[in-house]
């Protein structure tokens, strides 16, 4: 098995579901008593919530692309960054290192497009939706995004902000993505894209009025594949 390095601690929780997330997986492919070759460094979520200005961006650009070349030089063959608004600085930690580092809107595409969706919602944090760096990924798939509607895009970032990455789930924050999904069906969405590490926490991805595309989840397949060669 190949080792892969994981740039977690944005937010703790969602470095724990990767973590959960791609053990379970290898478990299932090679045996209970088998655990995933991971390396992981945790950063200071403090140093990266937030961002809004230029400046907070290229500081990130470089926490991640120093952190991303620390497991590089530590034995990781290929690199997960574990946030999806982190993606936003993909391109330079991926310059960065001479190793894979596995994009997750990327990989989200493919399985949908494999899958036949042409029409989908993105649940995220603000930037993650409204920005362009991660939804032109789905598009290239041949992926029709719904617009965004800022209220319910101000509504999703402060639930996932106030509540999620603090390991708080509220029966509130459920029906209310509930409703949201059950609305984005109305208008069309084949599909739903959960475009944040957290949401699985709010949202029924085995049962719901959609189909679900878990982010973490597919991100961390595409891992166990890389793992297995």
């Known amino acids: 098995m190949r080792k892969i390095g994981l740039i977690g601690g944005m937010s703790w929780v969602s470095t724990r579901t990767y973590y959960e997330d791609i053990n379970q997986l290898v478990q299932a492919r090679a045996g209970m008593d088998v655990s995933a070759p991971l390396l992981i460094e945790s950063l200071n979520f403090a140093d990266l919530v937030r ?12 926490i991640l692309s120093d952190s991303a070349h620390r497991l590089e030089q530590a034995g ?17 930690v991926a310059a960065a290192v001479s ?6 809107a990327e990989v989200v595409g493919n399985k949908m497009k494999a899958d036949g969706i042409t029409s989908a919602t993105l649940l ?40 999620l990455m603090q390991g708080k789930v509220t029966r509130a924050a459920e029906r209310t993505l509930k409703s949201m999904l059950t609305t984005m069906a109305n208008q069309g969405a084949q599909a739903a894209v959960l475009g944040c590490t957290e949401l699985d926490m709010i949202v029924d991805v085995d049962a719901n009025v959609l189909p679900i595309y878990d982010c973490t989840r597919i991100h961390a397949e595409a891992a166990v594949d890389w793992i297995f060669g």
């Open 51 to 62: 961002l809004s200005t230029p400046e907070q961006w290229a500081n990130a650009a470089e």
């Open 76 to 92: 990781a063959t290929a690199v997960l960054i574990g946030a999806n608004s982190m993606h936003k600085v993909y391109d330079k």
């Open 99 to 104: 190793v894979p580092v596995i994009h997750i």
């Open 124 to 163: 995220g944090t603000r930037n993650v939706v409204m920005e362009s760096f991660y939804r032109k990924r789905l598009v290239a798939h041949g992926i029709t995004l719904l617009p965004p509607v800022m209220e319910e895009v101000e509504e999703v970032d402060r639930i996932i902000y106030e509540e």
